[in-house]
């Protein structure tokens, strides 16, 4: 059982995004594994701990006397192989970033999608719900004359199956947009019994204008993805290469002590010689690896700026048939209402019927013109 009082939950796009972002299973599982990856940077630091080794010899030998060696043994590794490892692993975490970009990216367009389409549904129901409501006006009317024997039966036939029309129409905006609000409710994370209200700028205003994203001329997540595989596969690279130079392993001093005689002491130096490592191709498998992200790099950017021109293009073909489908519904709206006088009740509802279908009309291609430009924004950087 459940107990609480039902809230109105306002919301806009950015805070539809952030709601949807902080409750977002990937996003919470991203981040842990960013954190980690950023946490294992400091311990690449840090060089290896010494060893101290004791040996005791001849205790209680009736013969020979006690006899105790000390050594204390340090792992060298160069500073050039110690900041290649901590660039692999500063590398590493920023690949695990350019992930969680890439994620956020992902959040914001399907939040966007279903924003947007909420939104597109409420006001296109208000205009069938117009639409409807002149279409009652205009059977009445209808009704009305055809009683007073001054209109026929048809007429009344006519305005009802408009009216049909109208209400199918409606009932099916009704449909998608009750489960447009339930997909966003379930993004959002809204509670059992909260009311989603949407907020936002003006829709015929908001299509005209520019993208407000992706205009800066940084590449999108996917791109920034790719640019940090790159510089993790060159850090790794650097790191192998170290690996391949020959430099001491470690230096250990001894102490010898036995009773009866002065301690003598002694140094002990390894070094490892990469005979065999220097042709195991490790180096050249690395330089394999780098050529193929940029490879990749290249072609994914290259199919980037290539879709970003073709929805730049589409989106301002689609703002061009707005304006111009915007005029026009205007004009004939501002037509009917300046000849209202002069028209019959029944005909002026009729036509104001029409009316109201040609602004549906406009507001499907005001929504072909809200997808295209949301294709242009599509993958590129967002604001946090």
């Not at 719900?129 to 209808?142: N, Q, V």
């Not at 907020?199 to 015929?204: E, I, K, S």
């Not at 005909?347 to 809200?370: F, H, K, P």
Request: charged fraction near 30%.
């Amino acid at each position: 059982m459940q107990l609480g009082w039902a809230a109105e939950v306002r919301l806009e796009l950015d805070d539809a995004v952030q709601r949807a972002w902080e409750q977002h299973a990937d996003v919470l599982a991203q981040q842990a594994r960013l954190d980690a990856a950023q946490a294992a940077v400091a311990p690449e630091r840090a060089p290896d701990d010494p060893q101290f080794r004791g040996r005791m010899e001849n205790v209680g030998s009736r013969t020979d006397a006690p006899q105790w060696t000390l050594r204390l043994r340090q792992q060298i590794e160069p500073i050039g192989a110690i900041r290649a490892r901590v660039r692999a692993a500063r590398a590493e975490a920023g690949s695990e970033a350019a992930d969680l970009e890439l994620l956020r990216s992902a959040v914001f367009d399907e939040v966007a999608a279903v924003f947007d389409a909420a939104r597109f549904l409420e006001a296109a129901e208000a205009l069938v719900s117009a639409e409807r409501d002149a279409c009652d006006a205009w059977i009445g009317i209808a009704q009305k004359r055809r009683d007073a024997g001054v209109g026929a039966a048809d007429d009344v036939l006519e305005a009802q199956l408009a009216r049909v029309s109208a209400v199918r129409r409606l009932v099916g905006v009704q449909r998608d947009g009750a489960a447009a609000r339930a997909e966003l409710g379930a993004l959002v994370g809204l509670e059992p019994g909260d009311t989603l209200v949407l907020d936002g700028p003006d829709l015929a205003d908001w299509v005209l204008e520019p993208p407000t994203r992706g205009e800066s001329g940084e590449g999108s997540a996917e791109v920034e993805r790719i640019r940090a595989r790159v510089a993790e596969e060159e850090a790794l690279r650097a790191q192998v290469a170290a690996e391949h130079r020959p430099w001491l392993d470690f230096v250990e001093g001894q102490v010898v002590l036995e009773s009866g005689r002065v301690p003598s002491f002694g140094i002990a130096v390894a070094a490892s010689l990469p005979v065999f490592s220097l042709t195991d191709g490790a180096v050249s498998a690395a330089d394999a690896r780098i050529q193929a992200r940029r490879v990749e790099l290249d072609a994914v950017a290259r199919a980037e700026a290539s879709r970003r021109e073709a929805s730049r293009a589409a989106h301002a073909a689609a703002v061009a048939a707005v304006r111009s489908l915007s005029e026009v519904v205007e004009e004939a709206s501002a037509a009917l209402e300046a000849e209202r006088e002069g028209l019959t009740p029944d005909r002026y509802w009729e036509l104001a019927a029409d009316v109201a279908r040609e602004r549906q009309e406009l507001l499907e291609v005001q929504l072909d013109a809200a997808v295209a430009k949301r294709a242009v924004e599509r993958g590129l950087p967002t604001a946090r």
